[in-house]
């Protein structure tokens, strides 16, 4: 029997979009993949209208069987011993795009993906941002022509209300790790 596939699933602060992400962690699970999560500072300590960080820390624990890595220091081995075979980034908020696109790791999501690339293995990340096709379109064209990084389809999710925001089709992040390991990007990358 194969090993289960290794994924770190890194969430940032896109609070709106969590639920969805958990359903997807869950069919993740389903098909038996190893689940770490790791959590921004933010994500791991706001406590927001779409519910409490401790709860959500307890939801994340109870559908991984891992606690979720927040400091620094619990994500800084993630390279140098190996842990995951892919990382995920989802959701992938505005700021984090930019920490990634910069080269900035202060922030536990920013060094596991830092930590993770030393090793040259795929990061699949699924962007959520308001300001996607404004200030964030640098960093996603930027982080698109980076090597070993990878992006969960996205779409405008309210063009009329917001039209500058994009979201991943988080339905689509098996696949897109699935074809991360495979060295390619999923398409069409823009719906």
Not at 52 to 76: K, M, N, Q, S, Y
């Amino acid at each position: 029997m194969s090993e289960p596939l290794r994924i770190g699933f890194a969430l940032s602060g896109s609070f709106c979009t969590f639920a969805r992400v958990l359903e997807e962690m869950k069919k993740l699970r389903a098909a038996g993949m190893e689940i770490t999560p790791i959590l921004s500072f933010n994500a791991a300590a706001l406590d927001t209208r779409f519910g409490t960080a401790a709860d959500f820390i307890r939801e994340l624990t109870d559908l991984t069987g891992h606690v979720p890595l927040t400091t620094l220091t619990e994500v800084e081995p993630i390279g140098p011993k190996g842990l995951f075979d892919v990382l995920v980034c989802a959701p992938c908020t505005g700021s984090t795009l930019a920490r990634l696109a910069c080269g900035l790791s202060d922030t536990p999501v920013s060094l596991a993906v830092k930590s993770h690339l030393r090793r040259s293995r795929p990061v699949v990340i699924a962007v959520s941002t308001n300001d996607a096709l404004g200030a964030s379109m640098r960093n996603i064209a930027l982080l698109k022509n980076t090597k070993h990084l990878y992006f969960v389809p996205l779409r405008q999710d309210d063009p009329v209300n917001k039209p500058n925001s994009l979201v991943a089709d988080f339905s689509l992040i098996e696949s897109t790790i699935a074809a991360a390991r495979a060295g390619t990007q999923i398409q069409p990358l823009l719906g």
